[in-house]
């Protein structure tokens, strides 16, 4: 399996993240992505390559011109009015308020495109972020081009991001932003599974009245885990997309036989789908020690986890994504790529 990957992810370094209404150091850091390089390295699942450098345009496929103009500028934009730390927004457009008029004023402009305030904006954001984009489109042309699977290993994460809003520590859209490419190039239909412990919101939203992308999200109940608002069962998709979006939400400290009756569910329905493609939103904040989340998960339960998206015997797509138990990460990774290329 290739691995695709790029040390530009290290751009993106936040200080700090308003967690549980405390500024605490953030948790989405570049250790992660190290962790999991030095694994997929040490078990030499694959040759890791650098990626290609695509233009704009599959990227606003998925995201808004008003939005990508914001991401694009806004480390500019910030330092010209004499910042220099980080950004994090502190007012947002909430029910009754106008969002389709762009506000001139910088810090309003932040909260429309934002929905927390744990997702620091830095520096390197933007660049950092972008590569992501090229990681994940390269990793999906290798597999467009005949191969069976490959590992975008990317950072900041994207499944919390929507078409024109960035949150959860995500800004584009990784996972949305290959599976439209499938489309782009004549896939007929393309299926999602998101297995972090976050239901991946950002990716519901940008389907979520579509048939030609299958949803299917495993997580925390969003009665009591983040991000709150989305992720509940009865929210199967509209007008076309009817259907086509299913959510297994699971209460903080379920079983493991729970996730996993969720995930064989899951797979019986992608399998129903028959897609050309399937790609993986690989959280692994399911593991027990996560130190921001509520699952049991043990390294072999990763092992099994790979095992089981192989059996579905589909060109796949594995997208990084959360994981907050840095030390683990890595091994947690490399566990479902591992198991999931001993099933070839």
Not at 23 to 36: G, N, T
Not at 150 to 158: C, Q, T, V
Not at 314 to 342: M, S
Request: aromatic share 12%; with cysteine; proline share 6%.
């Amino acid at each position: 399996m290739h691995v695709f990957y790029s040390d530009q992810h290290r751009a993106h370094a936040g200080s700090q993240e308003f967690y549980r209404g405390e500024l605490v150091p953030c948790f989405e850091k570049p250790e992660r992505a190290d962790h999991v390089l030095a694994a997929v390295q040490a078990r030499g699942i694959g040759p890791v390559l650098p990626p290609q450098a695509f233009p704009l345009e599959p990227i606003a496929r998925v995201h808004s011109a008003r939005y990508l103009r914001f991401l694009e500028t806004a480390w500019d934009e910030w330092t010209a009015m004499g910042q220099t730390g980080d950004i994090l927004p502190s007012v947002w457009p909430i029910r009754g308020f106008r969002s389709d008029v762009e506000p001139v004023n910088f810090m309003a402009r932040l909260g429309l495109y934002s929905f927390d305030s744990g997702t620091p904006f830095t520096a390197g954001t933007w660049a950092a972020a972008r590569t992501g984009a090229d990681i994940a489109l390269t990793a999906q042309a290798h597999i467009a081009a005949g191969h069976r699977a490959a590992f975008a290993l990317s950072r900041p994460p994207g499944h919390h991001a929507g078409t024109d809003f960035l949150g959860g520590y995500c800004f584009l859209n990784n996972a949305a932003i290959a599976a439209q490419a499938w489309r782009d190039q004549g896939a007929e239909r393309v299926a999602i599974l998101d297995v972090d412990y976050h239901h991946g919101n950002g990716t519901q939203s940008i389907f979520y009245e579509r048939a030609d992308v299958l949803f299917q999200s495993i997580h925390g109940d969003p009665l009591t885990e983040y991000p709150f608002y989305l992720g509940h069962a009865d929210e199967t998709g509209s007008g076309a997309g009817l259907g086509f979006n299913q959510n297994y939400p699971l209460r903080a400290g379920a079983t493991n036989e729970a996730w996993f009756a969720a995930l064989a569910a899951a797979c019986e329905r992608i399998a129903a789908y028959r897609p050309a493609a399937l790609v993986i939103s690989l959280g692994v904040d399911t593991f027990a020690d996560d130190p921001i989340s509520k699952f049991q998960l043990r390294t072999p339960e990763f092992h099994r986890l790979g095992r089981a998206i192989a059996a579905l015997q589909l060109p796949t797509l594995f997208i990084l994504e959360g994981g907050y138990a840095v030390a683990e990460i890595g091994d947690n990774v490399a566990e479902v790529l591992q198991a999931f290329e001993l099933e070839r």
